[in-house]
């Protein structure tokens, strides 16, 4: 899971660069692992910056005042394979043709496929393990066969459209064509968030791409949208925008995990409130948590897991009647740890994250409400705080069903031996963490939860649950295949020498 965003400014002496380095503040939580930003100024020269680390960390002043120019796309970068590397930080670049510098958020299932395609028949080069690089390329390649000298918005379109044809997966990008403009695309399945939105000022309309909503509330954007799946969205420097469906998929299924954990809570991701889908989140919970335990609900008080769950939480004990405390003070100076990379490093950073407070924990059955059990490693260190801190009883409740499939589409959780509900029943799940109980959301009620807000869209992407890959393209041999080389601490590079035929057949585009 990544943030990325897009903004092209309609007074062309202005800087697009203080806006784009908010936008990556406000994306943060997308994101620990890199950041970057790339501008283009007069005469279409590209000016970039970006490296590992936070987004207050790879920016310095002086380097923000070097990324001139009126329009520009940024990126913060989390590593769904749980590795980091320089190299891999967005956006991405290729200087042929035209200068097209991009970011992505999400991940790519033909990956594989792909880096064949381009090394054995578009004869281009890629330098990282990364998707990102495989999509901008493959869009670089459909345009490099416009042979145009400049190139035309019906030129974008036809590229974006074989694109489309030619990847799967989850995924969401921006790209800005040097001196030309910027790009807005999102897969058919509307996997990935992607919102557009625009701000008047003297000069005329300020156009954004954003993954969330708050960005371009924040920043002063008042009419925004979602980008539909498979649609594209063309802003040139010239303030034109045109807007175009080229793919409609049978199934749209937004990623589910938006609302139960990655989007802040204050933001609006397909016409659907964060915050109002986690309070529904909470009062369904509240049921679960009613028939698990029966006539004898012995427990005292109602803590959060911080932040994330505190919405929900905050819900289910006034559902349920009772008291809701805030018992873990948290360090806002340590990352999310989900998104960390390495198991090690998420273990030792959970208790310098949160701190139990003993007066809430001591001589309590305490329910701690959390938004999901991933791997486990979070809620073992956290129910273990909270008997430390005193408590007699400790009972989990999850927001979001048991985790027991391996995600493909952008968020890290490669196998299925690293999830502790993976062949494991609910009383096993508590025992290997600890708890006296542990309740989980059931999966329609989660659904449900979210779409109530905008019953239009029929499905969601739930496949870590329930195994039901939108895409129709993960079976159990891509799922082995991918956590043999996950287990390896490295991603999957297809040989050279493989079978390109049937490739070549695919990729051509149409005529």
């Given at each position: 899971?990544?943030?990325?965003?897009?903004?092209?400014?309609?007074?062309?002496?202005?800087?697009?660069?203080?806006?784009?380095?908010?936008?990556?503040?406000?994306?943060?939580?997308?994101?620990?692992?890199?950041?970057?930003?790339?501008?283009?100024?007069?005469?279409?020269?590209?000016?970039?910056?970006?490296?590992?680390?936070?987004?207050?960390?790879?920016?310095?002043?002086?380097?923000?005042?070097?990324?001139?120019?009126?329009?520009?796309?940024?990126?913060?970068?989390?590593?769904?394979?749980?590795?980091?590397?320089?190299?891999?930080?967005?956006?991405?670049?290729?200087?042929s043709p035209y200068g097209i510098t991009f970011a992505h958020?999400?991940?790519?299932?033909?990956?594989?496929?792909?880096?064949?395609?381009?090394?054995?028949?578009?004869?281009?080069?890629?330098?990282?393990?990364?998707?990102?690089?495989?999509?901008?390329?493959i869009l670089a390649n459909n345009l490099q066969k416009t042979g145009k000298f400049r190139i035309n918005e019906e030129d974008i379109f036809t590229a974006i459209k074989d694109l489309h044809c030619q990847v799967r997966g989850g995924y969401a990008c921006v790209a800005m064509v040097a001196g030309y403009g910027i790009i807005g695309i999102r897969d058919p399945h509307g996997i990935r968030p992607l919102i557009m939105g625009r701000r008047q000022n003297p000069a005329g309309y300020d156009y954004m791409f954003s993954s969330e909503s708050i960005v371009l509330?924040?920043?002063?954007?008042?009419?925004?949208?979602?980008?539909?799946?498979?649609?594209?969205?063309?802003?040139?420097?010239?303030?034109?925008?045109?807007?175009?469906?080229?793919?409609?998929?049978?199934?749209?299924a937004p990623c589910i995990f938006e609302y139960v954990y990655f989007a802040r809570q204050d933001s609006v991701i397909d016409g659907i409130s964060v915050y109002d889908a986690r309070l529904s989140m909470g009062e369904a919970l509240a049921d679960q948590v009613t028939r698990s335990f029966g006539k004898d609900l012995d427990i005292d008080v109602v803590i959060p897991?911080?932040?994330?769950?505190?919405?929900?939480?905050?819900?289910?004990?006034?559902?349920?009647?009772?008291?809701?405390?805030?018992?873990?003070?948290?360090?806002?100076?340590?990352?999310?740890?989900?998104?960390?990379?390495?198991?090690?490093?998420?273990?030792?950073?959970?208790?310098?994250?949160?701190?139990?407070?003993?007066?809430?924990?001591?001589?309590?059955?305490?329910?701690?409400?959390?938004?999901?059990?991933?791997?486990?490693?979070?809620?073992?260190?956290?129910?273990?705080?909270?008997?430390?801190?005193?408590?007699?009883?400790?009972?989990?409740?999850?927001?979001?069903?048991?985790?027991?499939?391996?995600?493909?589409?952008?968020?890290?959780m490669p196998t299925r031996q690293e999830l502790v509900a993976h062949e494991r029943n609910i009383e096993q799940v508590a025992e290997e963490i600890g708890a006296d109980k542990v309740i989980y959301q059931e999966l329609d009620d989660l659904v449900q939860s979210v779409r109530r807000f905008n019953t239009s869209i029929q499905t969601f992407d739930t496949s870590v649950f329930d195994k039901h890959y939108v895409t129709g393209d993960i079976d159990d041999r891509y799922l082995a295949q991918l956590e043999g080389v996950r287990s390896e601490g490295t991603k999957s590079r297809l040989s050279i020498d493989s079978d390109c035929v049937g490739l070549y057949n695919s990729f051509q585009t149409k005529p």
């Open positions: 899971m990544c943030g990325i965003s897009a903004l092209i400014l309609a007074d062309h002496g202005a800087s697009a660069c203080p806006d784009l380095f908010e936008s990556l503040g406000l994306l943060q939580h997308r994101g620990q692992d890199a950041a970057g930003i790339v501008t283009s100024g007069p005469k279409g020269r590209l000016y970039q910056c970006k490296g590992n680390g936070m987004v207050r960390d790879v920016f310095s002043e002086s380097q923000l005042a070097g990324l001139v120019g009126s329009l520009g796309i940024g990126h913060v970068r989390y590593p769904t394979a749980g590795s980091s590397s320089t190299s891999e930080a967005q956006p991405f670049y290729v200087n958020n999400g991940n790519l299932t033909n990956a594989d496929e792909l880096r064949v395609y381009l090394d054995k028949i578009a004869h281009r080069h890629i330098n990282t393990d990364s998707d990102s690089e495989l999509l901008l390329n509330e924040s920043l002063g954007f008042t009419d925004y949208e979602d980008v539909k799946p498979g649609e594209a969205v063309i802003i040139t420097q010239g303030g034109h925008v045109s807007r175009r469906q080229l793919v409609v998929a049978e199934k749209i897991v911080p932040d994330t769950s505190r919405v929900a939480a905050l819900e289910l004990s006034r559902k349920l009647n009772i008291i809701y405390r805030e018992g873990f003070n948290k360090n806002r100076y340590v990352g999310r740890t989900f998104i960390m990379p390495g198991q090690q490093t998420r273990r030792k950073n959970v208790r310098r994250k949160l701190n139990a407070m003993t007066l809430e924990f001591h001589d309590k059955n305490v329910l701690l409400v959390d938004d999901s059990i991933v791997r486990g490693t979070t809620s073992k260190e956290i129910i273990q705080m909270a008997r430390d801190a005193g408590a007699k009883k400790v009972y989990f409740a999850s927001c979001a069903p048991p985790i027991r499939y391996p995600n493909v589409y952008g968020i890290d």
